[in-house]
C-alpha cells in the first residue's frame, strides 16, 4: 500500500513538472513571438520617368517570415503600393531592373519545408508589370543554396549574376560559385556559367558593353575576381587580386572602375578593360569599411559602410583619376546601413535601412546633394 501511495506521488510529481515545462514553453514561444524583430530593408533602387521602385524585403507577417518585397512610389515618393512575394518560405530581394512596361526583380527564396528546414534557398526572378501583378516567376538551382544579386535587360531576354554552392554539411564535385545566367522574356534559362567551386565563389556586379559583360565578386573570402564575357558567356579572360573583395563595377571612357575592399579598408581601383590595374585610392578616414555600390555622373560616386562601434554609411564622390572631391559619412548612435544610389533630377539619392533604439529595422531614403550635402531623410 505504502508503495502505491509513493508510486502516485512520484507520477503526480512528473505530471505537474510536464504540465510546468509545458507552460513555460508555450509563453516562451507566445512571447518571442511578440517581440521578434521588426525588419524592413531596401536592397536596390530604379526609377523611370514617372515612378521609383525599391526592392528588398521585411517580415511584416504573423510568422515573421522574410518575404521578397516590390515597392512602387510616385515622382514625389510617396508609396502607392508594395507587394510580397509570398510564396512558400523566407525570401529577398537584392537587385532590380527597369523595363518600358514592368520591373524585373531577383533574389532568392525557399520553395518547400524542406529548403525552410535545411536553410537553403534557390534562385529567383520574377517579373511584375506597373500594376504590381506577377507576369512569370521563375526558380534557378545548380547546387543546394542559389542566390541572385544583380540583373540587366537586354532585347532578348535578361542577365542575371549571383551565387550556388552546396550548403556547409554537403560535399560534391559539381562546378558552382559565382554564376552568370541569360534567361529569355519569358523567364526561360537560355544558358548559364558558373565560376568558383561548389562551396566558395560569388558574382556581386556587373555591366554589360556593347560585346562584353564584365562581371566582379569574390572567389573565396579573400580574393577578388574580375571577369570578361562575350554576350554568349564565352569566357574571355578571369583575373585575380589577393586580399580584396569586389562588390561594384563601372565602365567610363574605356576603363572599369571597381569598389570593394582591401585589408579592412574600402577600395576603389581603375583598371584598363582588360583588368590591368592603372590607379587605387584607399579611403582611410575610417578604418574597418568597404565600398558597396558605384555610379558615375560627371564624376564617381560609391557608396559604403564601416565597421567600427557602430555601422555607419559611407558617401565619397572621386575624379576620374581616383582624386578625392568629396566624402561625408551617414550616422549616428544608431546603425545605418547604405546599399544603393541613384542619379536623380541632379541630386543623389541612397536607400537603405537604419536600426533604432527597439532594435528594430526600418528601411529609408536619404537624398543628397551634388556637394554631398543631405537634402533629406524620408522613412
Do not use: P
Not at 507577417?61 to 503600393?81: I, M, P, Q, T
Not at 518560405?89 to 531577383?106: R, T
Not at 559611407?314 to 581616383?322: F, N, T
Amino acid at each position: 500500500m505504502k508503495k502505491e501511495k509513493h508510486l502516485k506521488k512520484i507520477i503526480s510529481i512528473c505530471i505537474f513538472i510536464i504540465v510546468v515545462q509545458g507552460v513555460f514553453l508555450f509563453y516562451s514561444f507566445f512571447f518571442q513571438s511578440k517581440e521578434s524583430i521588426y525588419f524592413d530593408g531596401i536592397n536596390a533602387i530604379r526609377k523611370n520617368d514617372n515612378y521609383y521602385f525599391a526592392v528588398g524585403s521585411n517580415n511584416d507577417n504573423d510568422k515573421h517570415y522574410e518575404k521578397a518585397k516590390v515597392s512602387v512610389y510616385d515622382e514625389k515618393r510617396d508609396k502607392l503600393f508594395e507587394k510580397l512575394y509570398n510564396v512558400g518560405f523566407n525570401s529577398a530581394y537584392f537587385g532590380a531592373c527597369v523595363e518600358d512596361d514592368g520591373l524585373i526583380a531577383v533574389g532568392s527564396y525557399e520553395k518547400t519545408k524542406k529548403d525552410h528546414n535545411s536553410l537553403v534557398r534557390r534562385g529567383l526572378i520574377v517579373r511584375y508589370d506597373y500594376d504590381g501583378s506577377i507576369v512569370f516567376s521563375s526558380e534557378f538551382k545548380l547546387l543546394d543554396n542559389t542566390k541572385f544579386t544583380n540583373v540587366i535587360s537586354v532585347e532578348d531576354g535578361y542577365y542575371v549574376i549571383g551565387q550556388s554552392i552546396y550548403k556547409s554539411t554537403d560535399f560534391g564535385n559539381e562546378q558552382g560559385g559565382g554564376i552568370l545566367v541569360k534567361y529569355d522574356k519569358k523567364g526561360n534559362v537560355d544558358w548559364y556559367k558558373s565560376l568558383g567551386s561548389s562551396k566558395e565563389g560569388i558574382f556581386n556586379d556587373f555591366y554589360l558593353s556593347d560585346d562584353f559583360i564584365y562581371v566582379v565578386g569574390q572567389l573565396n573570402d579573400n580574393v577578388g575576381v574580375l571577369c570578361k564575357y562575350k554576350l554568349d558567356g564565352e569566357l574571355i579572360y578571369q583575373k585575380e587580386f589577393d586580399n580584396n573583395n569586389f562588390n561594384g563595377v563601372y565602365l567610363v571612357d574605356d576603363h572599369l572602375y571597381i569598389c570593394g575592399s582591401s585589408d579592412e579598408r574600402a577600395l576603389l581601383l581603375k583598371m584598363s578593360l582588360e583588368g590591368d590595374i592603372i590607379t587605387s585610392s584607399y579611403y582611410d578616414k575610417v578604418s574597418n569599411a568597404k565600398f558597396n555600390r558605384i555610379i558615375y555622373d560627371d564624376s564617381l560616386i560609391v557608396i559604403g559602410s564601416s565597421f567600427n562601434k557602430n555601422y555607419d554609411g559611407i558617401i565619397v564622390k572621386y575624379g576620374m583619376d581616383l582624386e578625392e572631391l568629396s566624402a561625408v559619412t551617414y550616422g549616428d548612435d544608431k546603425n545605418d546601413y547604405l546599399t544603393d544610389i541613384i542619379y536623380d533630377n541632379g541630386n543623389y539619392l541612397v536607400a537603405g535601412y537604419s536600426v533604432y533604439e527597439d532594435k528594430n529595422y526600418l528601411s529609408k531614403f536619404v537624398r543628397y546633394s551634388e556637394a554631398l550635402k543631405v537634402l533629406g531623410v524620408e522613412k
